[in-house]
């Protein structure tokens, strides 16, 4: 149910922990293990930072990738503007999500990826890799996609710029649960109008 995920959550006391002085809050979160990529969110985020943008990243979630991306933050002197939490409840992490600028979603495999339907539906944009359902849930009123790091830092200002209720409405929008529910009953009855009441058997 997406009916938690809005921008009305947006903290201020958020943004003033994790991306003081107006500074940007870029958000990740998912497992930090291979197919979910959070090395790359990270690197997409350091060559943010080293080209002048004011940002902080924010990783929220646990995996055999997290010594990698410490020392890695660690060597290029970030230390201060990268954050990580573990065991985030549902409703803190839903004003996380209101409370950030950019939502990165480097997955080179998904299943569906809800994550990034949350972060939309809180006013925040989603940049991510074309993978699983993000084609056809990532329209340009709500993100974008990316096939490089050079095209992800080519689209992140312009989805910092997006207007944050517009994206939480095309996002709820989709996700209505009223919606949902009457596309399936429109499908179902249309089945059995058809006579497919059953399936077919081998």
């Known amino acids: 149910d997406m009916r938690g995920y809005t921008p009305e959550k947006r903290s201020d006391a958020v943004r003033a922990k994790y991306a003081p002085g107006g500074a940007k809050l ?3 979160v998912g497992r930090l293990a291979g197919r979910k990529n959070p090395l790359e969110a990270l690197e997409i985020f350091e060559r943010f930072s080293k080209a002048g943008g004011d940002a902080h990243l924010l990783i929220v979630g646990r995996g ?4 990698r991306m410490r020392r890695r933050v660690q060597r290029a002197g970030l230390e201060p503007r990268v954050h990580f ?4 409840p549902v ?3 839903q004003v996380l999500y209101a409370s950030s600028d950019l939502f990165l979603f480097p997955s080179t495999w998904e299943g ?4 990034m339907v949350e ?3 809180a006013g925040t944009p989603v940049l991510a890799r074309p993978v699983g359902a993000v084609p056809e849930i ?3 009123a709500v993100g974008s996609s990316y096939g490089s790091v050079e095209e992800a830092l080519e689209a992140a200002p312009k989805l910092l710029a997006l207007d944050r209720a517009a994206v939480s409405a095309t996002m709820h929008a989709t996700f209505d649960w009223e919606k949902i529910m009457e ?3 429109g499908m179902l009855e249309a089945l059995v109008r058809e006579g497919k009441s059953r399936s077919k058997t081998a």
């Not at 055999?64 to 010594?67: I, P």
């Not at 939490?85 to 985030?88: D, F, K, R």
Request: charged fraction near 20%; charge should be negative; glycine fraction near 8%.
């Open 183 to 185: 596309a399936y009953e």
């Open 119 to 121: 972060s939309a539906c």
């Open 138 to 140: 990532i329209s340009p």
């Open 112 to 115: 569906y990826g809800i994550v």
């Open 26 to 28: 870029f958000l990740f």
């Open 85 to 88: 939490l573990q065991g985030v």
């Open 64 to 67: 055999n990738q997290e010594r």
């Open 91 to 93: 409703k803190e992490l």
